[in-house]
């Protein structure tokens, strides 16, 4: 009598220990598989696993409808196809733009002094008798500025004879306009053609305080 007692005691309490778990666990209701046919219950005996209360819950992004499916993760091979592209460009890149600027602007320099013609001492001379026969620094030289170089070379005519030399001269070098610029009085200087006055260097110096001195 006393075993059947205790028996009869511990299944009470195994019992009510049941009840308290069951009751911990929530609910959840029993749904029919995926395509099965409307009425189908569950088989006997089934029971569904207790949902667990610590598991955290996983956020899913919300996707607006007809948005595109999003792109799938990018494999091992892309990224290392990302890894070999150029870095952007970054402040490092302009300022190695602007130590080329200094570079590019001295190669220009030097070609255009390249360019340039070399003048030698003669060109120079004959460019001061030129500039002291211009006293209206018009870089052109008119009738009369021309006359001062013609008696100096050995012109002893009259104004009127030399009017008309003047225009011959004009008529001969094709220049239409009322003077002589520097590239035709040097042409005349250094022709030695009996249409030209060629004058050495030395005659061109003693020339030159003779013109200042007017």
């Not at 239409?176 to 110096?205: A, H, M, P, Q």
């Amino acid at each position: 009598a006393a075993a059947a007692a205790a028996a009869a005691e511990e299944a009470a309490a195994y019992e009510e220990a049941q009840a308290i778990e069951e009751a911990a666990w929530p609910e959840v209701p029993v749904q029919a598989p995926i395509g099965a046919p409307p009425g189908l219950s569950p088989p006997l005996g089934f029971q569904p696993a207790p949902a667990c209360q610590d598991a955290p819950e996983l956020e899913r992004p919300i996707v607006p409808p007809g948005s595109p499916p999003p792109p799938p993760p990018a494999s091992s091979s892309s990224q290392a196809a990302r890894s070999s592209r150029p870095p952007a460009p970054s402040e490092n890149t302009s300022t190695g733009r602007q130590q080329q600027q200094p570079q590019q602007q001295q190669k220009q320099k030097r070609s255009q002094q390249q360019q340039l013609p070399e003048y030698s001492e003669r060109d120079e001379l004959i460019w001061e008798v030129f500039r002291a026969c211009d006293w209206d620094r018009d870089h052109r030289l008119n009738e009369s500025e021309m006359l001062w170089f013609a008696k100096l070379v050995g012109f002893d005519g009259s104004d009127a004879e030399w009017h008309d030399e003047f225009l011959m001269l004009l008529e001969e070098k094709s220049i239409k306009s009322r003077g002589i610029d520097y590239d035709t009085f040097s042409e005349i200087v250094n022709d030695d053609s009996t249409n030209g006055s060629y004058c050495t260097d030395e005659e061109l110096k003693k020339m030159l305080p003779t013109l200042r001195g007017w």
